[in-house]
């Protein structure tokens, strides 16, 4: 596996992603997606919706409110249990994530379970801890005309949360949907968008945030129907990664979650893990959420979130399977399977971005040959428009020499590169290069 400096660099270097707030020295956590990360992102973005979304008749989509009515997370069980485990070094003072800086425990560690791994503080090597303290992640705002010396009662009224997880958005909506569309069970919403957290310690590029987004789906079935519907969607996610996106099957991993590390609303969880350059991390989880959420939310808002079956009149409230996918953990791992380094005739080395076809920002890149010819100019940028119109993602380049212009298409995944030389002005063909085996071939303009 590819180291991840590599590819952060070349995420900064082609203008991919850069830190968030860069200019002001960065912001932990934060990252800004560039002209090409945006398209890379967007394309991965699409291919999940299309997936999940457009091409079935039994998904529909919402768009809701970042900021939601803040019984939404007591409701959820956010407020009281979204937390990290976070202790503290008494030497220095820095404070960590517990379960991330030692081995061999999990999110529910205790202080004594803590203690027992002789853990040293990764800043200061000092082995002289504070207790374990739950720290909630989520990111507070006030909403309204609250100032800062107002009095405490009046600032705690007007709280407000960035949501933590899309899905309380598609919960929300739930009993809307069923009152205008009307659908049939099983059926799922699904949302894509921003989610926060303040983690304790953000780390491996983009791989935990504090501002991420997140694609996630609320299928909601019949309770007695769960353990298929789940299986069905397991295997969905698998052709969703390994077909559409084109990740390699050996680099995920399936990890069935122990009851004591599921997420307080989970009775089972499958989270699917990758190979990443820093080691095996979750990227995607899919959950059992039983009827936890639409039941408290019954409870909290006193509406009735039961479903009533067209058929046989029957009503209850639905189970849910979920399947949530962090986009940055995908831009990740789809980053980290096509970053390629290849050993050149001159001993020198080649770094290519084997994307699959479908999510390279760019498809083709146009140039002429020599950029002082007027007339290959003239003629490449008639190729360009023409392929531009058909093809939207094209790329237009006549900087340096050709060599250089192959060097950078190859990093930015581009995969074929046209070259327009004097033999076009005569027989209207064309270079085409091919980004991988680097091998040149002629084409008719009208083929391309
Ligand atoms: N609604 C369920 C939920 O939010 P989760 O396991 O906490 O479950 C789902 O998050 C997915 O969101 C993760 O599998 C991961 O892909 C992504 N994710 C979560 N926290 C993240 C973070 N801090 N940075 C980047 N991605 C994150």
């Known amino acids: 596996m590819n180291s991840l400096e590599n590819i952060v660099s070349l995420c900064k270097r082609r203008g991919f992603i850069f830190p968030g707030s860069d200019v002001y020295g960065g912001f932990a956590g934060t990252w800004d997606f560039g002209p090409l990360g945006t398209i890379l992102k967007k394309n991965l973005m699409d291919a999940w919706w299309h997936f999940f979304v457009e091409s079935r008749d039994d998904m529909y989509g919402v768009d809701a409110a970042i900021l939601m009515n803040p019984k939404t997370w007591e409701a959820s069980g956010h407020t009281a249990t979204f937390a990290d485990p976070l202790v503290e070094c008494k030497e220095c003072k820095s404070r960590f994530r517990a379960d991330k800086i030692a081995e061999g425990i999990t999110e529910s560690v205790t202080t004594e379970e803590f ?5 040293k503080c990764p800043v200061c090597s000092k082995e002289s801890w504070g207790p374990i303290r739950k720290f909630n992640m989520m990111f507070t705002t006030h909403v309204g005309a609250v100032l800062p010396d107002d009095d405490k009662d009046l600032s705690d009224k007007n709280i407000a949360y960035l949501r933590p997880e ?120 899919l959950a059992y959420r039983t009827d936890f959420d639409l039941m408290n939310i019954q409870m909290a808002s006193g ?29 990740l791992a789809v980053l980290a399977s096509a970053y390629t380094e290849e050993p050149t005739g001159d001993d020198g080395t080649r770094i290519v971005l084997k994307l699959p076809e479908n999510l390279a920002p760019y498809k083709f890149c ?66 085409v290069r091919d980004r991988d085996t680097t091998e040149q071939t002629r084409v008719k303009i009208s083929e391309l």
């Open 115 to 119: 203690l027992n791994t002789h853990t």
């Open 166 to 285: 899309t899905a309380q958005g598609i919960f929300t909506n739930y009993k809307n949907i069923i009152d205008t569309i009307y659908p049939s069970l099983p059926f799922g919403i699904a949302q894509q968008g921003k989610a926060f957290r303040n983690e304790i310690s953000p780390r491996d590029f983009i791989l935990r945030d504090r501002e991420c987004s997140q694609m996630e789906i609320e299928y909601f079935v019949k309770p007695s129907t769960w353990e298929d519907n789940f299986e069905t969607l397991r295997q969905l996610q698998h052709t969703f990664l390994e077909d559409i996106i084109g990740l390699d099957p050996a680099n995920i991993h399936e990890l069935e979650v122990p009851a004591e590390d599921r997420a307080h609303y989970s009775r089972r969880t499958i989270d699917f893990m990758f190979d990443y350059p820093t080691g095996e991390e979750e990227l995607m989880g």
């Open 303 to 331: 509406k009735s979130m039961e479903y009533r079956d067209k058929n046989t009149g029957d009503t209850f409230v639905p189970h849910v399977i979920e399947p949530s996918i962090g986009v940055e953990r995908l831009f």
């Open 366 to 431: 146009v140039s002429p040959l020599l950029k002082n010819k007027p007339e290959l100019v003239t003629k490449a940028k008639e190729v360009y428009t023409a392929l531009k119109s058909k093809y939207t993602f094209v790329t237009w380049d006549d900087s340096g020499n050709i060599g250089k212009r192959y060097r950078k298409q190859d990093e930015i995944g581009t995969p074929k590169c046209i070259v327009i030389d004097f033999d076009t002005l005569t027989d209207d063909t064309v270079t």
